[in-house]
């Protein structure tokens, strides 16, 4: 299939990886459809994609993904706290622990 790509914006992330946004049109059918592509910088700067996915312009697929998007990160944000809580009682219980024994040394 061949296609045009009428407009992109990318987002990097990591040492040389990319996420490509874009707006493209199939040249056979005229259809136009959106993507979302993730690839990695060449040690020359080269774009190479590994993935992607295209789905219609359509705004009720377009605001689901974004909604869906931010739920799956509010959430991780929420674990993340969850998970921070977690550690701080745990090393709270072995300073406790640490301090109990050198109680009993110094006895």
């Given at each position: 299939m061949e296609y045009e790509t009428l407009t992109?914006?990318?987002v990097d992330y990591g040492r040389n990886k990319f996420i490509e946004i874009s707006k493209k049109k199939v040249v056979s059918e005229n259809a136009v459809?959106?993507?979302i592509s993730k690839g990695?910088?060449?040690?020359?700067?080269?774009?190479?994609y590994?993935?992607?996915?295209?789905?219609?312009?359509q705004d009720d697929i377009v605001?689901?993904?974004?909604?869906?998007?931010?739920?799956?990160?509010?959430?991780?944000?929420?674990?993340?706290?969850?998970?921070q809580v977690e550690r701080e009682q745990a090393q709270k219980k072995e300073a406790q622990a640490q301090a109990n024994?050198?109680?009993?040394?110094?006895d």
């Open positions: 992109s914006e990318y459809f959106l993507n990695y910088y060449t040690p020359q700067g080269t774009k190479r590994q993935r992607g996915i295209g789905f219609p312009p605001e689901g993904l974004m909604a869906k998007l931010k739920s799956v990160m509010d959430s991780v944000t929420e674990a993340e706290k969850t998970q024994v050198n109680e009993e040394l110094d």
